[in-house]
């Protein structure tokens, strides 16, 4: 499960000269996720008189912005957007669909322009502008040497380029790929002309690296390789690649079957990277196997699929890895990015961390050097497949501490009681379909997986606060039924995938007992939940006299030297604040859409602590009068 390829030397290498402590520089505010700010202006005692600052509205989605300077810059559909941090003034917008004019030859023959094979390449939009897609999805990065190079943004599009922009104008640099784009495609699908090539997540910049994954399809048996590749920010060369699925001569190959490794889709990967400046470490959570839902066809642990794998950030080689789900057919990738965290152990030593959550509600806290558990995990039996053919993994790791963040199976009494009808209806349900407890994979029959694979941990990862020691993790606890169908694997060979519905009532409740979501605290020195809380609330239910009951939950949360811990999530367009020792909520203010993405803070020009959200409205920023 875990392998240590060489020993980690420490190299001290500078963080990017743009870290200031009043900043947001990445979307986990820091380089190591940790998505904590030592800004303390608004603290417990005065977070009740937090009030709206500005808002801009222009749509965007699960994005948070980075803030650098008193810059916010923030992508807005197909539009990367420069705000006035204090203010949210427009300082520069550049649109993305009308930045690159397509050359006649793109146009006759995109496909042979850009390199790849004919039916497929760098295509036109109907205007003859190079089609980039939009730089929304994920967010974007910023980079300078420090030295003769200004700061950049770099933005991994929808479409899949790689772009620099002039931080302070919003200008292309046209000197950077082609004509200013860097096509990711070209060595990357030239086999499957016919398949996408998505970035999964925004550029990590390490030293003048760009290092960048795709999101890779998760059917079908052949396909883009989800690869990660580094490339050079100055001349726009591939520097290194890291073969998810390793090839003959690697280590760990054979993990697949016989030629299962050859021409695979994927493993992609749907999260940033993280980067540990002192060691040149780059951690990467990668997706499932394809088909991800039958593994016949892959017999083994099929490496490096919903792994935590540690990189080389300036070569690429393998330092170590840790695999959370063997031979994945539960849909158990990982979901969220690696937190860097400096924690304090129980003999009150310092000990350098790294935590990955999962969709199964699992926290696990590994050692960032080795890859070893700091708190303990156990290969636990897990049921067997009655898929033809399957060979399930006869275990899988799980943390001892901590215990799961939520329940990882339903039991009867568990099943929701909130109106007779309701209830009848819900176990009407459960009595018909298969349940077999905790690791329950996907069936040739109807079955009850808890949690879903929406369950679990969220895309934001874990939060935590070096001056409590506490981890902050947001957890769903909701379920699914599900069956495994027939279907084609890359239009050639016959495969099963599965066919699901939520398990919920006739009004769309949960058919599980409360709580549907939950805000959580975590020590970090013994692994123990220090608190939990309700995250959200359906007020129609409140009303009824139904104690809070928290919603499904997509974003995350971030601590602040203040004391306080911010977080939206929820899925009854609430922002919120609470006391980060005790879980008390402290402010809510209501937003004009659900905010399913980690809020931001930052200090102003004008000297003031901001805080922000980023909904499908747009940007909404709070500050203290």
Known sequence: MTKSVFSLLTIVLAAPVFSAEGDWYTVGGDF??????????????????????????????????????????????????????????????TDMSNLIPATPEMLVNPAR?????????????????????????????????????????VVATTGGYLIQLDAKTGALYKDFGQRGALDLRINAMEKFSSSDYTPGMLPTIYKNLAIIAPRTGEQGRYGTPGDARAFDLGTGKEVWRFHVVPHPGEPNFGTWGLDGWQDRRGPGSWVPMTVDFASGTIFMATGNATDQDYGAPRPGDNLYSSSLVAIDAATGKLRWYFQTTHHDIYDWDLNSPPVLADITANDGKKVAAVLQNTKQGYLFVLDR?????????????VPPSDAPGEVTSPTEPVPLKPPPLGRVSLSRDEVANL????????????????????GTPYSMVPTLVFPSSTGGGTFAGATYDPNLNYIFVNDKEVGTIA?????????????????????????????????????????AATGDIVWRQPLGEYKELTARGIPKTGTENSGGSIATAGGLLF??????????????????????????????????????????????????????????P
């Open 113 to 153: 322009a850009a390199g790849l094979p004919a039916g497929r390449g760098a295509q036109a939009s109907n205007n003859a502008f190079l089609r980039l897609g939009n730089s929304a999805k994920y967010g974007v990065s910023m980079w300078t040497d420090g030295g003769a190079t200004p700061p950049r943004i």
């Open 419 to 438: 109106s007779p009808e309701s209830h009848k209806f819900c176990l009407d349900i459960y009595d018909k379909v298969l349940q077999a407890g905790e």
């Open 369 to 381: 050097v080795t890859g070893k558990p700091i708190l303990p995990i156990e290969e636990r039996p």
């Open 32 to 93: 190591g996720h940790t998505k904590y700010s030592s800004l303390k202006q608004i603290t417990t005692a005065n977070v009740s008189h937090l009030a709206p600052a500005w808002s801009f509205d222009a749509g965007g989605g699960e994005v948070t912005p980075i803030v650098i300077d008193g810059v916010m810059y923030y992508p807005a559909g197909s539009k990367i957007v420069a705000l006035e941090a204090h203010t949210g003034k427009v300082l520069w917008q």
């Open 567 to 624: 977080i939206a999530a929820s899925q009854d367009k609430m922002f919120r604040a609470f006391e980060s020792r005790t879980g008390k909520e402290l402010w809510s203010a209501d937003l004009p859409a659900n905010g399913n993405a980690t809020p931001s803070t930052f200090l102003g020009k004008d000297g003031k602590q901001y805080v922000a959200i980023c909904t499908s409205r747009g940007v909404a920023a709070f500050r203290l």
């Open 483 to 523: 069956m495994l169908t027939p279907q084609l694997s890359s239009n050639t060979f016959e495969s099963l995938a599965k066919s699901k519905l939520p398990f919920v009532d006739r009004n769309g409740y949960p058919c599980s007992t409360p709580p549907w979501g939950e805000l959580m605290a975590v020590n």
